[in-house]
Protein backbone atom coordinates (compact mmCIF):
# COMPACT_ATOMS: atom_id res chain seq x y z
CA UNK A 1 0.00 0.00 0.00
CA UNK A 2 1.25 3.57 -0.92
CA UNK A 3 1.32 5.82 2.28
CA UNK A 4 0.21 9.37 1.55
CA UNK A 5 0.39 12.75 2.96
CA UNK A 6 -2.16 15.64 1.76
CA UNK A 7 -1.10 18.93 2.37
CA UNK A 8 -4.54 20.97 2.06
CA UNK A 9 -6.73 18.05 2.09
CA UNK A 10 -10.12 20.57 1.62
CA UNK A 11 -8.98 22.43 -1.26
CA UNK A 12 -10.06 21.42 -5.25
CA UNK A 13 -6.80 19.80 -5.56
CA UNK A 14 -6.83 17.79 -2.42
CA UNK A 15 -10.65 17.00 -2.99
CA UNK A 16 -9.54 15.32 -6.57
CA UNK A 17 -6.92 13.50 -4.85
CA UNK A 18 -9.26 12.26 -2.17
CA UNK A 19 -11.78 10.89 -4.48
CA UNK A 20 -9.23 9.57 -6.42
CA UNK A 21 -8.11 7.46 -3.26
CA UNK A 22 -11.96 6.50 -2.31
CA UNK A 23 -11.94 4.54 -5.38
CA UNK A 24 -9.22 2.79 -4.88
CA UNK A 25 -8.48 2.22 -1.08
CA UNK A 26 -6.75 -0.80 -0.80
CA UNK A 27 -3.69 0.36 -2.19
CA UNK A 28 -3.46 3.33 -0.32
CA UNK A 29 -2.87 4.25 3.62
CA UNK A 30 -3.14 7.90 3.97
CA UNK A 31 -0.88 9.01 7.30
CA UNK A 32 -2.04 12.93 7.45
CA UNK A 33 -4.15 15.36 5.88
CA UNK A 34 -4.12 19.21 6.81
CA UNK A 35 -6.39 22.03 6.41
CA UNK A 36 -6.79 25.31 7.55
CA UNK A 37 -10.25 25.93 8.57
CA UNK A 38 -12.20 23.91 7.22
CA UNK A 39 -12.65 21.46 10.32
CA UNK A 40 -15.94 19.58 8.91
CA UNK A 41 -14.64 18.39 6.18
CA UNK A 42 -11.09 17.32 7.13
CA UNK A 43 -12.90 15.13 10.19
CA UNK A 44 -15.20 13.79 7.26
CA UNK A 45 -12.51 12.78 4.95
CA UNK A 46 -10.47 11.65 8.36
CA UNK A 47 -13.07 9.13 8.95
CA UNK A 48 -13.60 7.74 5.74
CA UNK A 49 -10.14 7.47 4.66
CA UNK A 50 -9.20 5.86 8.26
CA UNK A 51 -6.83 8.57 8.83
CA UNK A 52 -4.93 9.10 12.32
CA UNK A 53 -3.83 11.87 11.99
CA UNK A 54 -5.01 15.54 11.20
CA UNK A 55 -3.48 19.14 10.96
CA UNK A 56 -5.92 22.17 11.29
CA UNK A 57 -4.12 25.54 11.44
CA UNK A 58 -7.06 27.80 11.93
CA UNK A 59 -6.95 28.34 16.24
CA UNK A 60 -11.09 28.47 16.01
CA UNK A 61 -11.58 25.27 13.40
CA UNK A 62 -8.27 23.05 15.88
CA UNK A 63 -9.92 23.84 19.00
CA UNK A 64 -13.68 22.95 17.37
CA UNK A 65 -11.99 19.90 16.11
CA UNK A 66 -9.88 19.00 19.29
CA UNK A 67 -13.71 18.97 20.88
CA UNK A 68 -15.48 16.39 18.31
CA UNK A 69 -12.55 14.16 17.97
CA UNK A 70 -12.06 14.01 21.80
CA UNK A 71 -13.19 10.33 21.94
CA UNK A 72 -11.80 8.99 18.59
CA UNK A 73 -8.22 7.53 17.62
CA UNK A 74 -7.40 10.48 15.65
CA UNK A 75 -4.99 12.78 16.89
CA UNK A 76 -5.12 16.48 15.64
CA UNK A 77 -2.24 19.13 15.70
CA UNK A 78 -2.00 22.63 15.24
CA UNK A 79 0.95 22.88 13.09
CA UNK A 80 3.37 21.74 11.59
CA UNK A 81 5.49 21.07 14.43
CA UNK A 82 4.50 17.32 14.32
CA UNK A 83 5.86 16.06 11.69
CA UNK A 84 9.06 14.37 13.03
CA UNK A 85 6.41 13.08 15.47
CA UNK A 86 3.99 11.22 13.08
CA UNK A 87 7.00 10.12 10.77
CA UNK A 88 9.97 9.16 12.82
CA UNK A 89 12.51 9.79 9.99
CA UNK A 90 10.21 6.95 7.93
CA UNK A 91 9.72 8.35 4.25
CA UNK A 92 6.01 7.83 2.91
CA UNK A 93 5.56 7.58 -0.48
CA UNK A 94 3.82 10.07 -2.29
CA UNK A 95 2.71 13.81 -0.74
CA UNK A 96 0.29 16.09 -2.66
CA UNK A 97 1.75 19.93 -1.04
CA UNK A 98 -1.75 22.09 -2.08
CA UNK A 99 -1.68 24.43 0.67
CA UNK A 100 -2.33 27.75 -1.25
CA UNK A 101 -0.78 31.48 -0.95
CA UNK A 102 2.71 31.67 0.85
CA UNK A 103 2.07 29.69 4.29
CA UNK A 104 2.96 26.59 1.76
CA UNK A 105 6.25 27.08 1.60
CA UNK A 106 7.85 26.32 5.07
CA UNK A 107 5.09 22.58 5.09
CA UNK A 108 6.57 21.78 1.72
CA UNK A 109 10.12 21.99 3.10
CA UNK A 110 10.00 20.11 5.71
CA UNK A 111 7.79 17.09 3.96
CA UNK A 112 10.48 16.39 1.29
CA UNK A 113 12.90 14.64 3.72
CA UNK A 114 9.91 12.46 4.93
CA UNK A 115 8.81 11.25 1.22
CA UNK A 116 9.82 9.58 -1.73
CA UNK A 117 7.87 11.97 -4.38
CA UNK A 118 6.63 14.92 -3.74
CA UNK A 119 3.70 16.75 -6.07
CA UNK A 120 3.69 20.75 -5.70
CA UNK A 121 0.33 22.19 -6.55
CA UNK A 122 1.30 25.84 -4.91
CA UNK A 123 2.40 27.99 -7.31
CA UNK A 124 3.99 30.68 -4.05
CA UNK A 125 6.34 27.44 -3.29
CA UNK A 126 7.69 27.10 -6.81
CA UNK A 127 8.04 30.52 -7.86
CA UNK A 128 9.43 32.28 -4.78
CA UNK A 129 11.41 29.55 -3.26
CA UNK A 130 12.82 26.88 -5.44
CA UNK A 131 16.09 27.40 -4.56
CA UNK A 132 15.02 26.05 -1.37
CA UNK A 133 12.99 23.39 -3.13
CA UNK A 134 15.11 22.23 -5.00
CA UNK A 135 18.67 22.23 -2.46
CA UNK A 136 16.21 19.70 -0.30
CA UNK A 137 15.32 17.35 -2.89
CA UNK A 138 18.86 16.72 -3.54
CA UNK A 139 19.25 16.40 -0.44
CA UNK A 140 16.94 14.05 0.66
CA UNK A 141 16.64 11.98 -2.63
CA UNK A 142 12.87 13.29 -3.52
CA UNK A 143 11.20 13.14 -6.75
CA UNK A 144 8.85 16.08 -7.80
CA UNK A 145 5.70 16.52 -9.98
CA UNK A 146 4.60 19.30 -10.91
CA UNK A 147 0.71 19.64 -10.59
CA UNK A 148 -0.18 22.65 -12.56
CA UNK A 149 -1.36 21.07 -15.74
CA UNK A 150 1.18 22.95 -18.23
CA UNK A 151 4.06 22.41 -15.85
CA UNK A 152 2.91 18.40 -15.54
CA UNK A 153 2.40 18.35 -19.37
CA UNK A 154 5.63 20.01 -20.12
CA UNK A 155 7.48 17.29 -17.54
CA UNK A 156 5.21 14.58 -18.82
CA UNK A 157 6.52 14.98 -22.40
CA UNK A 158 10.47 15.24 -21.34
CA UNK A 159 10.40 12.56 -19.68
CA UNK A 160 8.65 10.58 -21.99
CA UNK A 161 11.64 11.61 -24.51
CA UNK A 162 14.94 10.12 -24.52
CA UNK A 163 15.96 14.13 -25.37
CA UNK A 164 15.71 15.61 -21.94
CA UNK A 165 19.00 17.54 -22.18
CA UNK A 166 18.25 18.25 -26.28
CA UNK A 167 15.55 20.71 -25.32
CA UNK A 168 15.21 23.97 -27.56
CA UNK A 169 11.86 25.49 -27.08
CA UNK A 170 8.66 25.10 -24.40
CA UNK A 171 5.29 26.74 -25.21
CA UNK A 172 2.83 27.20 -22.41
CA UNK A 173 -0.69 27.75 -24.10
CA UNK A 174 -3.55 30.22 -22.33
CA UNK A 175 -6.91 30.16 -23.46
CA UNK A 176 -7.05 33.99 -23.40
CA UNK A 177 -9.56 33.71 -20.60
CA UNK A 178 -13.11 36.22 -20.86
CA UNK A 179 -11.33 38.71 -22.04
CA UNK A 180 -9.62 37.27 -25.55
CA UNK A 181 -11.88 39.36 -27.67
CA UNK A 182 -12.79 42.04 -25.72
CA UNK A 183 -13.12 45.49 -27.03
CA UNK A 184 -10.05 47.12 -25.78
CA UNK A 185 -12.04 50.47 -25.22
CA UNK A 186 -14.48 48.39 -22.97
CA UNK A 187 -11.29 47.31 -20.71
CA UNK A 188 -11.39 50.30 -18.14
CA UNK A 189 -14.86 49.23 -17.43
CA UNK A 190 -14.45 45.80 -15.90
CA UNK A 191 -16.16 44.78 -13.23
CA UNK A 192 -14.92 41.53 -10.73
CA UNK A 193 -18.16 40.20 -11.78
CA UNK A 194 -16.98 40.20 -15.31
CA UNK A 195 -13.55 39.16 -14.74
CA UNK A 196 -14.66 36.27 -12.90
CA UNK A 197 -16.28 34.22 -15.54
CA UNK A 198 -14.02 32.08 -17.73
CA UNK A 199 -15.39 30.17 -20.28
CA UNK A 200 -13.67 26.78 -19.76
CA UNK A 201 -12.05 26.30 -15.78
CA UNK A 202 -14.16 26.55 -12.77
CA UNK A 203 -11.44 28.10 -10.61
CA UNK A 204 -11.93 30.51 -7.33
CA UNK A 205 -11.81 34.33 -7.42
CA UNK A 206 -8.26 34.99 -6.91
CA UNK A 207 -7.06 32.69 -10.23
CA UNK A 208 -10.07 33.80 -12.33
CA UNK A 209 -8.58 37.06 -11.98
CA UNK A 210 -5.09 36.36 -12.90
CA UNK A 211 -6.18 33.99 -15.64
CA UNK A 212 -8.41 37.55 -16.96
CA UNK A 213 -5.31 39.95 -16.36
CA UNK A 214 -2.95 36.60 -18.02
CA UNK A 215 -1.03 37.30 -14.59
CA UNK A 216 -1.65 33.00 -14.27
CA UNK A 217 0.61 32.97 -17.67
CA UNK A 218 3.48 35.04 -16.33
CA UNK A 219 3.35 33.02 -13.30
CA UNK A 220 3.54 29.91 -15.08
CA UNK A 221 6.27 31.20 -17.29
CA UNK A 222 8.83 32.03 -14.00
CA UNK A 223 7.73 28.27 -12.98
CA UNK A 224 8.78 26.64 -16.05
CA UNK A 225 11.87 28.40 -15.77
CA UNK A 226 12.74 27.41 -12.31
CA UNK A 227 11.43 23.76 -12.79
CA UNK A 228 13.43 22.86 -16.54
CA UNK A 229 15.87 25.26 -15.97
CA UNK A 230 15.34 27.52 -18.84
CA UNK A 231 15.81 30.63 -20.24
CA UNK A 232 12.86 33.34 -20.46
CA UNK A 233 13.64 33.87 -24.08
CA UNK A 234 13.42 30.00 -24.78
CA UNK A 235 10.00 29.93 -23.08
CA UNK A 236 6.91 31.44 -25.15
CA UNK A 237 3.25 31.70 -24.66
CA UNK A 238 0.29 30.56 -26.90
CA UNK A 239 -2.94 31.64 -27.21
CA UNK A 240 -5.02 28.46 -27.41
CA UNK A 241 -8.77 29.31 -26.42
CA UNK A 242 -10.15 25.57 -26.35
CA UNK A 243 -7.98 24.99 -23.11
CA UNK A 244 -7.52 21.53 -24.96
CA UNK A 245 -3.57 21.46 -25.96
CA UNK A 246 -1.88 22.51 -22.39
CA UNK A 247 1.83 21.99 -23.89
CA UNK A 248 4.14 22.01 -26.60
CA UNK A 249 8.19 20.85 -26.18
CA UNK A 250 10.01 21.15 -29.02
CA UNK A 251 13.61 19.40 -29.18
CA UNK A 252 16.95 20.57 -30.85
CA UNK A 253 16.51 17.09 -32.75
CA UNK A 254 13.74 18.46 -34.81
CA UNK A 255 11.06 17.07 -33.20
CA UNK A 256 8.26 18.28 -31.61
CA UNK A 257 5.60 16.97 -28.97
CA UNK A 258 2.71 18.03 -27.74
CA UNK A 259 0.30 17.27 -24.85
CA UNK A 260 -3.51 17.46 -24.87
CA UNK A 261 -5.99 16.08 -22.11
CA UNK A 262 -9.63 17.38 -21.52
CA UNK A 263 -9.93 20.72 -18.91
CA UNK A 264 -9.96 18.86 -15.65
CA UNK A 265 -7.54 18.68 -13.03
CA UNK A 266 -8.23 14.92 -11.82
CA UNK A 267 -5.96 14.20 -15.30
CA UNK A 268 -2.58 15.18 -13.80
CA UNK A 269 -3.65 14.50 -10.24
CA UNK A 270 -4.21 10.97 -11.11
CA UNK A 271 -1.29 10.31 -13.24
CA UNK A 272 1.23 12.01 -10.50
CA UNK A 273 -0.31 9.13 -8.04
CA UNK A 274 -0.24 6.34 -10.70
CA UNK A 275 3.07 7.07 -12.22
CA UNK A 276 3.36 3.65 -13.12
CA UNK A 277 0.46 4.02 -15.59
CA UNK A 278 -0.69 0.52 -14.46
CA UNK A 279 -3.92 2.61 -13.84
CA UNK A 280 -7.11 3.66 -16.13
CA UNK A 281 -9.45 6.81 -15.53
CA UNK A 282 -12.63 7.98 -17.71
CA UNK A 283 -11.97 10.46 -20.02
CA UNK A 284 -13.07 11.67 -23.16
CA UNK A 285 -12.25 10.75 -26.36
CA UNK A 286 -10.18 12.47 -28.87
CA UNK A 287 -11.92 15.40 -29.87
CA UNK A 288 -11.06 15.86 -33.44
CA UNK A 289 -13.01 19.10 -34.07
CA UNK A 290 -11.15 20.82 -31.67
CA UNK A 291 -7.45 19.30 -32.95
CA UNK A 292 -8.91 20.09 -36.60
CA UNK A 293 -9.17 23.76 -35.14
CA UNK A 294 -6.73 23.85 -32.44
CA UNK A 295 -6.41 28.14 -32.87
CA UNK A 296 -2.70 28.56 -31.89
CA UNK A 297 -2.08 32.44 -32.18
CA UNK A 298 1.09 34.30 -30.21
CA UNK A 299 -0.45 36.59 -27.21
CA UNK A 300 -1.52 40.50 -27.48
CA UNK A 301 0.59 42.65 -25.51
CA UNK A 302 -1.79 45.52 -25.93
CA UNK A 303 -4.75 43.53 -24.42
CA UNK A 304 -2.38 41.88 -21.74
CA UNK A 305 0.13 44.32 -20.94
CA UNK A 306 0.96 42.44 -17.89
CA UNK A 307 3.17 40.17 -19.42
CA UNK A 308 5.62 43.01 -19.76
CA UNK A 309 6.88 41.93 -16.96
CA UNK A 310 8.24 38.91 -17.83
CA UNK A 311 10.80 41.05 -19.65
CA UNK A 312 12.01 42.39 -16.34
CA UNK A 313 12.70 39.40 -14.94
CA UNK A 314 15.99 38.23 -13.56
CA UNK A 315 17.58 34.74 -14.26
CA UNK A 316 18.63 34.34 -11.15
CA UNK A 317 16.74 33.08 -8.10
CA UNK A 318 15.75 36.41 -6.47
CA UNK A 319 13.26 37.89 -3.85
CA UNK A 320 12.09 39.91 -6.71
CA UNK A 321 9.69 37.30 -7.42
CA UNK A 322 8.15 37.31 -3.92
CA UNK A 323 7.50 41.10 -4.52
CA UNK A 324 6.15 40.23 -7.89
CA UNK A 325 3.82 37.75 -6.32
CA UNK A 326 3.15 39.69 -3.17
CA UNK A 327 1.95 43.30 -5.10
CA UNK A 328 -0.18 40.75 -7.48
CA UNK A 329 -2.34 39.55 -5.03
CA UNK A 330 -2.91 42.66 -2.76
CA UNK A 331 -3.66 44.31 -5.73
CA UNK A 332 -6.19 41.55 -6.91
CA UNK A 333 -7.74 41.65 -3.48
CA UNK A 334 -8.50 45.33 -3.84
CA UNK A 335 -9.40 44.76 -7.42
CA UNK A 336 -12.09 42.39 -6.16
CA UNK A 337 -13.35 45.11 -3.30
CA UNK A 338 -13.83 47.78 -6.34
CA UNK A 339 -11.03 50.00 -4.33
CA UNK A 340 -9.20 49.80 -8.00
CA UNK A 341 -9.98 49.38 -11.61
CA UNK A 342 -9.14 46.43 -13.56
CA UNK A 343 -6.30 47.93 -15.76
CA UNK A 344 -4.97 49.26 -12.87
CA UNK A 345 -3.70 46.17 -11.55
CA UNK A 346 -1.16 45.67 -14.34
CA UNK A 347 -0.35 49.51 -14.17
CA UNK A 348 0.65 49.60 -11.10
CA UNK A 349 2.37 46.61 -10.99
CA UNK A 350 4.41 47.15 -14.07
CA UNK A 351 5.28 50.48 -11.94
CA UNK A 352 6.48 48.87 -9.10
CA UNK A 353 8.53 46.74 -10.87
CA UNK A 354 10.40 49.88 -11.76
CA UNK A 355 10.94 51.19 -8.12
CA UNK A 356 14.67 51.11 -6.87
CA UNK A 357 13.02 50.56 -3.46
CA UNK A 358 11.70 46.53 -4.97
CA UNK A 359 14.74 46.35 -8.14
CA UNK A 360 17.26 45.63 -5.18
CA UNK A 361 15.60 42.40 -4.27
CA UNK A 362 16.79 41.44 -7.95
CA UNK A 363 20.21 40.57 -6.24
CA UNK A 364 18.90 38.75 -3.23
CA UNK A 365 18.69 35.07 -3.77
CA UNK A 366 16.47 33.35 -0.75
CA UNK A 367 17.72 32.63 2.35
CA UNK A 368 14.68 30.34 4.31
CA UNK A 369 11.13 30.47 3.78
CA UNK A 370 10.52 32.90 6.87
CA UNK A 371 12.66 35.70 4.84
CA UNK A 372 9.91 35.31 2.15
CA UNK A 373 7.55 35.30 3.89
CA UNK A 374 8.02 38.26 5.67
CA UNK A 375 8.90 40.17 2.57
CA UNK A 376 5.47 38.85 1.17
CA UNK A 377 3.67 40.30 4.51
CA UNK A 378 5.61 44.21 3.77
CA UNK A 379 4.33 44.25 0.16
CA UNK A 380 0.99 43.20 0.62
CA UNK A 381 0.74 45.85 3.64
CA UNK A 382 2.31 48.59 1.64
CA UNK A 383 -0.20 47.94 -1.73
CA UNK A 384 -3.12 47.49 0.54
CA UNK A 385 -2.30 50.69 2.36
CA UNK A 386 -1.65 52.61 -1.09
CA UNK A 387 -3.84 55.43 -2.18
CA UNK A 388 -4.79 54.72 -6.04
Not at 55 to 75: G, P, R, Y
Not at 324 to 336: E, G, H, P, Q, R
Request: hydrophobic share 40%; glycine share 2%.
Amino acid sequence: MKKIVIFGSTGSIGTSLINIIKKDKKNFTIKLLTANTNYKKIIEQAKSLNVKNIIIINKVSFFNAEKILKKSNIKVYNDFNCLNKIFKNKKIDYTMSAITGFYGLKPTLDIIKFTNVIAIANKESIICGWNLIKDNLEKYNTKFIPIDSEHFSIWSLINSSNNNNNLDRIYLTASGGPFRKYPLYKFKNITPKKALKHPNWQMGKKISIDSATMMNKVFEIIEAKKIFNFKYNQLEILIHPQSYLHAIVKFNNGLTKLLIHDTNMTIPIFNSIYSEGFKKILSKPLDINILNNLSLEPIDKRRFPIINIIDRLTHKDSLFETVIVSANDALVNKFLKNEIKFLDISNILLKITKLKEFIRFKNIKPKNSEQVLKLADYVSLKIETMSV
